[in-house]
């Protein structure tokens, strides 16, 4: 799918589940073309959220969107078939939790998704360098996975601008992605920074009027693109 940069992605695990259909359709209506499945073991981070069914579903409720499934789970490899059946048009897996990290990356490809690569707060992107050539994206938690509505860690835009770098001296093309903590106090800054897809749970599914905070998200996140900083 082609999409224009930078692209918005709502993460579905601060959404109301009890309204998961209706606020996935706001999001739809406003615009919203990417949609992010946040996949915890309770083994890998300290919370357990969703497995399959609830991709399947949200694959059900929005036919034509763009579903990005991030495993933050532990042995990645046993359950990369299950969510490319629910749905997924992209996996990422952790570096932390992926000894064989070019296998894992083979097998999701090889089960028809793109392909990324996730690191937690305290990891370097330098240890990324030799994956960088086979993955489609790759994603920066900025908050130590495991919760919705965290704190922003200030040094992940730094880390967005080494990859911007890394990106370039390589002569690759893959997407970058930034994940924890994103809002209107901070999505000008990333986008400035090089981000390319901006995930935002809270900010989005926490307020009273979904599709009038996507459309400010939107716009400030497009503000940041004409900055250098």
């Known amino acids: 799918m082609n999409f ?25 209506e406003a615009g919203i073309q990417w949609i992010h499945c946040d996949i915890m073991d309770g083994h890998f981070v300290p919370n357990i959220s969703y497995g399959p069914a609830i991709v399947e579903t949200v694959r059900k409720i929005a036919p034509e ?3 990005d ?4 789970i532990e042995n990645p490899d046993q359950y990369i078939e299950d ?21 894992t990356i083979q097998n999701i490809g090889q089960h028809g998704c793109m392909t990324g690569v996730v690191i937690n707060p305290a990891t370097s992107v330098e240890l990324l360098r030799p994956i960088l050539p086979e993955v489609d994206l790759v994603l920066i938690m900025s908050v130590n996975p495991g919760f ?6 200030e040094s992940s835009v730094e880390k967005v601008r080494h990859l911007v770098q890394l990106r370039n001296d390589l002569n690759q093309n893959f ?13 000008a800054k990333l986008t400035s920074a ?3 897809i901006l995930v935002a749970g809270s900010s989005v599914f926490k307020t009273d009027n979904i599709p009038a905070r996507i459309s400010e998200l939107t716009t400030k996140a497009l ?6 900083i």
Not at 223 to 228: A, P, Y
């Open 4 to 28: 224009n940069l930078p692209v918005l992605a709502p993460s579905i695990l601060a959404a109301d589940f009890s309204k998961l259909g209706e606020q996935i359709y706001q999001c739809l």
């Open 65 to 67: 969107a763009f579903l």
């Open 69 to 72: 499934v991030h495993l933050m």
């Open 83 to 103: 969510f490319s059946d629910a749905g997924a048009d992209l996996i990422s897996v952790h570096y932390e939790a992926c000894p064989h990290l070019h296998r």
């Open 148 to 153: 919705g509505g965290q704190s922003f860690i």
């Open 175 to 187: 997407l970058i992605e930034i994940d924890g903590g994103v809002g209107l106090n901070n999505i």
């Open 194 to 196: 090089g981000t390319d």
């Open 223 to 228: 503000s940041g693109t004409d900055k250098v």
